[in-house]
């Protein structure tokens, strides 16, 4: 069973930068394609990015394009996302989730295990 734990959230300040971290224990990372998503109080969840597993697609949302970048350490188990020039309305409780191919039709998607979430807080 694959058991993801987010971490690097905290508070920042409008043009600050963090970097959070998805860390997998239970199994390899290799087989799994990994998103990240967030969501803000009263908001549904959003997707922000994914990085699949085999031939290193990103995908980021639009809003984020330019300032966010995810990458991914099979090695250390780990896919991060470096978060740049972070605005106010990127607040929220960041997900990991890792995808391992159910849907062949699908680049990122769906997830099958979820990490518990890492607030991140930007301040104007």
């Not at 085999?54 to 991060?80: L, N």
């Not at 972070?86 to 680049?107: H, I, M, N, Q, W």
Request: aromatic content about 10%; overall charge negative; proline content about 3%.
């Amino acid at each position: 069973q694959l058991h993801l734990v987010e971490s690097g959230g905290g508070l920042v300040q409008s043009g600050g930068s963090l970097i959070l971290s998805c860390t997998a224990s239970g199994s390899s990372l290799k087989d799994y394609t990994i998103g990240w998503f967030r969501q803000a109080p009263g908001k549904e969840r959003e997707g922000v990015s994914c990085i699949r597993h085999d031939d290193g697609f990103t995908f980021y949302r639009e809003s984020v394009k330019g300032r966010f970048t995810v990458s991914r350490d099979i090695a250390e188990r780990t896919v991060y996302l470096q978060m740049n020039e972070l605005k106010p309305e990127d607040t929220g409780v960041y997900f990991c989730a890792a995808d391992s191919g159910s849907d062949p039709t699908s680049r990122c998607g769906p997830y099958d295990y979820w990490g518990q979430g890492t607030q991140v807080t930007v301040s104007s």
